[in-house]
Every structure is written in structure tokens, then in C-alpha cells.
């Protein structure tokens, strides 16, 4: 008996299965499992209150519009119709996408790559590495936003001084060319770390054995990582990229600071958040931000359904 | 099954409670270094682990950019902020003067200390908050089947896909009407809710709870309650304190919905002043809040820097995997 505690469930003896079916199936099991929805409910009322109802509010209210003149009136679909024919709110989402594109593309192949090696141990000094890299996860938005403006600001920016010194002439990290460059780079460095931490904790999973078995086959370096392990984290890795989509699909802050620095370049519209942000808080027009945000969140669900259902076809997902 | 239970109880802390915090971090090292297969097996070609420590330098210098600095920034006069070159020191050092600043309301803006503490008391409320009900829940959908357990679970993983702006606006004009805005509450409330919480916590329990042992406890007729505190509590640890860490970080990250809730300058968390402080900066001029804001900066990442050492070892950033194979 004594082993039974730290095996895993799975490898159960029939015996004990049958027993447990037993204990499923009389009253005092049913009353027990009745009793373990206790530990569920406070969360699920704050979810219920913080959650389901303003949603259900937002796309309630996304019915309505509200005029100065005529009071709040229910207009049915009308701010979805001005919404989804709107070019500047589609502008943003391209913006977004193309962002996220590239942005989640170069960071978990930063992290991958890192968290391999230092899995592997062919590092020095992993441990003080891992640690280094995870700090920008502690460094709220705002804060990254406004350090990276400093070093970048066009006038002053030590990065800016850096390469113009560098040979390259009157760099601008704010111009409207370079502005979303800049913002995947401070993207990239905030969250590469906690990224490759967590692919780094999957690398760790996998079983000795396999990496021994293709060390005496020969295999090089490369090959291990890319054929043996990287198949074997492909959950932790498809994982990663749902959560960052999710994350890149609200880009709202770094924008939001940086027109602190450059005025002109990030226009009203330049994320669906911010364009969010500006027709709830400017212009108070908050019905149609509320049909704004409703579209956005089926546009993730959408990316993220499409998503599962190829992976799924390929059959990598269950 | 009672013997195991006492039996473990009673071998196997004990001589780990009298391990130094030196020794047990020795034990951690080797026990890594075991558990890696020595380089030289690899069959690397010369100074193949040179240039990937080059490589892994490299990417840290660039990390710690903006923090280095943020570091010899704060210690500078707003002329030099902007004409002195950035990686340096110039002088006057300025660091106390601007340090006390951080004490005052400048420009009738608000007080960086009075932000300092909201932030705090939004954290340790909102994230503790969040943490117990994320620990509660993730143990109640991992360790019970009860009628539409499955589809709430799923529900809440969907939600994980609202954007935040989706629940925001609309929470702000239901304060209005509930009068929650500009009060604590109307930030701490929201906070509670941690889907990505319960789903870790959930993940945990699966893999470091195994059912016997519950079962075990309850054929001792231990009640439920008690067999949570006293028997899962214990082995869930690094669990709760990931749980913990990720939320108190994503209180204090938080800046959309403070900003909305908020008018009056004192209830501000951090973010929402810095952010204020930015704007303003740029719009009136020089009111010296350079210094400030590079100050303020820097102030804001120490403790989360502080409290990710001091919890670093019980970090499982695994947690998010478990159960995709579930």
C-alpha cells in the first residue's frame, strides 16, 4: 500500500478500481462530490460577477446608441454593421496580426532555442542566464514602454546617439516606417524570458533515454534538439502560441506610452484596443466600442478555433 | 493506509527542515548536474559551447539594457537625463533629491509613495485573492466530478479569449451606476478572477495530488475540508506560489482598468501615474519630471525583481503543460 501513494493513478491495480467504482457509486460518494462544488463556487460567483455579466452588458449594450440628442435608443445591429465595415478598425486588426506574426514567430524561436541549450547544459553559467532572461517578466508594461521611449527617443535616445555613431544617419525608432519594429522589439523583450522558462520546464520533461539513444546514433546537436525534442514540447509550443495570440490580439500599452514620444505616427486606430480605448474615453462613444470589442474577441476566437481544428486534421492535438 | 500517511509525515520533512538554505542549494545544483547527460557526450565540435555562451551573453546584455539604464539614470539631473551619454554617470548626483521627491505631490499630479502603497494593497488583496479561489477551484475541477463540472471548467478556459477591453468598458458603466468607480473595490473585485489561475492550479493538482491518498484520507474519515487543509495543502505548495507570483505580477501590471475607473489621483495604482507622469511631461514642458518618472521606474521593478528571488525556487512554469496531455 505504502507505494500506491506516489504512483501515478493510471497504473492502478483492477482491485482497487473496482472499490473506487464502489465508493463512486454509493450516496456518500455523490453527496462528496456534491460537497467538492463548494470549492469551486466562489470562484465561479466572481467569475459569474466580474466576468460573464459585463460581458453579457457589453454585448447588450452594443444594441444601443446613445445621442445627445434622443437618449439611448436600441439600434439592433447597427454599431456591429458600422464596425465591421469600418476601414480604420480593420486597418488596426491587420496591423495586429501582421504583428503578432512576426513578433510570436522571432520570440519563440528565441526561447526555443535558448531554452534548449541550457536544457541541454551546453552553456556556462545557464542557471545565472535563466535568471537574467526572466527579469523583464517582473517590469510592468507601462515601465518597459517608457524606458525603451527614453533609449530610443529620436533626439536624445542613447540607442539612437548609438547608431547614428554607428554610420547609420538620422535613425528615427518613432518614424512611421519603424514604429511597429521598435514595438515587436520591446515586445520580444519583455516576455522572450517567461517564454523560454516555460519551454525550458517542458525540455526538462522529456526522458533521458530518447536524448541517449540518438547521442549513440550519432546524432548532432541540431538534430537532437529539432527532431528529438522539439516533437516532444510541440503541446507546450502550440500552447505558447494560443496565449500569445490571445496577448498580441490586445496590444494597447506600448502604443498608448510611446505617442507620449512621437506625436502623429500612432493614429487613433493603430491597435483594435486602442482604437477601443479611443472611442469609449474620447469620444464617449461607448456602444460602439462595446460592438468593437465584442468583434474582437469572435475575431480570436475564430484564429484560435482555425488554429485547433488544422492542428487537429494533422492530427498533433487531441 | 493511516501508517503510510503518519510515517511519511514523520521521516521525510524532518531532516530537510535542518538542511541550510547553502546546503540545500548545493543538493539543487548537483542533483541538476546529474540529471544531465556531460557535455562531452554530444560529440561538439571546438568551442561550440564558447560561442553559444556568447550567444546566451549576448541576448542577456540586451535584457539588461533598459535596466542598467534605469539604474544610472535615476542618479542623474533631467539636463543630463537627455544631453549626457546614457550608459554613464555625469554629474550632479542627483539620486536622493529625486529619491525624496518620490514623497511629494508634484504638480498636484499625486504622490508616488500614495501610488506605491495602492499598488501594494491592489496586489497583496487582488492577488492573494485571486490565488485562494484559483486554488479552491483548481483543486475542486481536478479532484471532483460533479453534474456540469466539465463544461464550467471549459467555459472558463473560453473566456480566456474575452478581451480585457470586452469586460473593462462594460464594468466601468455598471460602476457607474453601482458607484464603484473611484473606489478600491472597483479594482480589487475584478482582480479575484484568474482563469489562467485555475487552470494552473488545476494542472498541479493532477499531477502532484494522486486520488488514493484522498481516498486513503477519507476512509480515515477525515471530512473535506480537513483533507485539503491537512493533506493537499502541503504537497501543492509550489503550485499556490506559482499561482501567486503570476498574479500578484498581473495586478500590478495592471493598467486598463484602473485607468478607466479611476479620477481621482490618490486611488491610482503605479502604472496609471507613471503613465500620467509621461503625458504630462511631454505636454507641459519641463516641469522636471524626468527625473521622476526614470526614478519612479526604477522603484516599481525592485520589489517584483525581490519577490521573484525570494519565490524562485518554487517557480513551475510547467504548470501550463500538464494537462495538455490530459
Do not use: C
Amino acid at each position: 500500500m505504502s507505494d500506491t501513494a506516489v504512483r501515478a493513478p493510471r497504473q492502478r491495480p483492477p482491485r482497487q478500481a473496482a472499490a473506487r467504482a464502489h465508493l463512486r457509486h454509493s450516496g456518500w460518494a455523490r453527496r462528496r462530490d456534491r460537497r467538492g462544488a463548494g470549492f469551486v463556487v466562489p470562484f465561479l460567483a466572481a467569475f459569474v460577477l466580474f466576468l460573464i455579466v459585463p460581458l453579457g452588458y457589453a454585448i447588450y449594450s452594443s444594441g444601443y446608441t446613445t445621442r445627445i440628442i434622443g437618449g439611448t435608443t436600441f439600434t439592433g445591429l447597427s454599431n456591429y454593421t458600422q464596425t465591421l465595415t469600418s476601414g480604420l478598425f480593420w486597418n488596426g486588426v491587420i496591423r495586429v496580426v501582421i504583428f503578432g506574426a512576426i513578433q510570436i514567430t522571432i520570440m519563440l524561436a528565441i526561447a526555443f532555442f535558448f531554452a534548449s541549450i541550457f536544457d541541454l547544459g551546453v552553456v556556462k553559467l545557464g542557471r545565472t542566464f535563466r535568471a537574467i532572461f526572466f527579469i523583464p517578466f517582473g517590469v510592468p508594461i507601462v515601465v518597459a514602454a517608457l524606458m525603451w521611449g527614453f533609449l530610443l527617443e529620436p533626439q536624445y535616445g542613447p540607442m539612437t546617439r548609438l547608431a547614428n555613431a554607428a554610420g547609420f544617419s538620422n535613425v528615427n525608432f518613432f518614424s512611421p516606417g519603424l514604429m511597429l519594429p521598435t514595438i515587436i522589439l520591446i515586445v520580444i523583450w519583455e516576455w522572450t524570458g517567461y517564454n523560454m522558462v516555460i519551454l525550458y520546464t517542458a525540455l526538462k520533461s522529456v526522458p533521458r533515454d530518447l536524448i541517449e539513444a540518438a547521442i549513440l546514433d550519432g546524432a548532432p546537436l541540431w538534430k537532437i534538439i529539432l527532431k528529438v525534442k522539439l516533437p516532444m514540447v510541440r503541446p507546450a509550443v502550440v500552447m505558447l502560441v494560443f496565449l500569445n495570440v490571445i496577448g498580441a490580439s490586445q496590444l494597447f500599452v506600448e502604443p498608448l506610452i510611446l505617442n507620449n514620444y512621437q506625436s502623429g505616427v500612432i493614429t487613433n486606430y493603430y491597435t483594435p484596443t486602442y482604437f477601443i480605448f479611443r472611442t469609449a474615453i474620447d469620444n464617449g462613444q461607448y456602444n460602439l466600442a462595446a460592438a468593437m470589442a465584442v468583434i474582437l474577441g469572435l475575431v480570436v476566437v475564430l484564429i484560435s478555433v482555425a488554429a485547433l481544428i488544422f492542428r487537429r486534421r494533422r492530427g498533433e492535438f487531441r | 493506509m493511516t501508517t503510510t500517511l503518519v510515517r511519511k509525515q514523520q521521516t521525510s520533512p524532518l531532516p530537510e527542515r535542518q538542511e541550510t538554505r547553502r546546503e540545500r542549494r548545493r543538493r539543487e545544483r548537483l542533483e541538476e548536474q546529474a540529471a544531465m547527460i556531460p557535455v562531452k557526450l554530444y560529440g561538439l565540435r571546438r568551442g561550440t559551447v564558447t560561442l553559444l555562451t556568447v550567444l546566451a551573453g549576448l541576448f542577456a546584455v540586451f535584457t539588461l539594457i533598459p535596466i542598467a539604464w534605469i539604474v544610472i539614470n535615476s542618479t542623474k539631473t533631467q539636463a543630463n537625463i537627455f544631453q549626457s551619454f546614457g550608459f554613464w554617470f555625469a554629474r550632479p548626483f542627483v539620486f536622493f533629491h529625486t529619491f525624496s521627491m518620490l514623497f511629494q505631490n508634484v504638480d498636484g499630479d499625486g504622490t508616488y509613495i500614495q501610488w506605491f502603497g495602492n499598488t501594494v494593497l491592489y496586489a497583496v488583496l487582488g492577488g492573494g485573492g485571486a490565488t485562494v479561489l484559483s486554488v479552491l477551484a483548481g483543486y475542486g475541477f481536478a479532484r471532483y466530478r460533479f453534474r456540469g463540472s466539465n463544461a464550467l471548467f471549459y467555459l472558463v478556459m473560453a473566456a480566456l479569449m474575452v478581451p480585457i477591453t470586452a469586460i473593462t468598458l462594460p464594468l466601468y458603466l455598471v460602476y457607474a451606476k453601482v458607484h464603484l468607480i473611484n473606489s478600491i473595490w472597483g479594482m480589487i473585485l475584478p482582480s479575484l478572477v484568474s482563469p489562467v489561475g485555475m487552470y494552473l492550479m488545476r494542472t498541479y493538482v493532477l499531477v502532484s495530488v494522486p486520488r488514493e491518498l484522498i481516498d486513503a484520507a477519507r476512509l480515515d474519515g477525515a471530512g473535506e475540508v480537513r483533507i485539503f487543509l491537512r493533506v493537499v495543502l502541503p504537497l501543492i505548495v509550489p503550485g499556490v506560489m506559482t499561482v501567486l507570483l503570476i498574479s500578484i505580477v498581473a495586478v500590478w501590471n495592471n493598467y486598463f482598468l484602473p485607468l478607466i475607473i479611476f479620477t481621482q489621483n490618490h486611488l491610482f495604482p503605479l502604472t496609471v501615474g507613471m503613465g500620467l507622469w509621461s503625458t504630462h511631461a511631454t505636454t507641459s514642458g519641463d516641469n522636471n519630471l524626468y527625473p521622476l518618472i526614470v526614478m519612479g521606474g526604477l522603484v516599481t521593478i525592485i520589489p517584483l525583481i525581490a519577490l521573484f528571488l525570494v519565490l524562485q525556487r518554487y517557480w513551475r512554469g510547467g504548470l501550463l503543460l500538464g494537462s495538455m496531455a490530459d
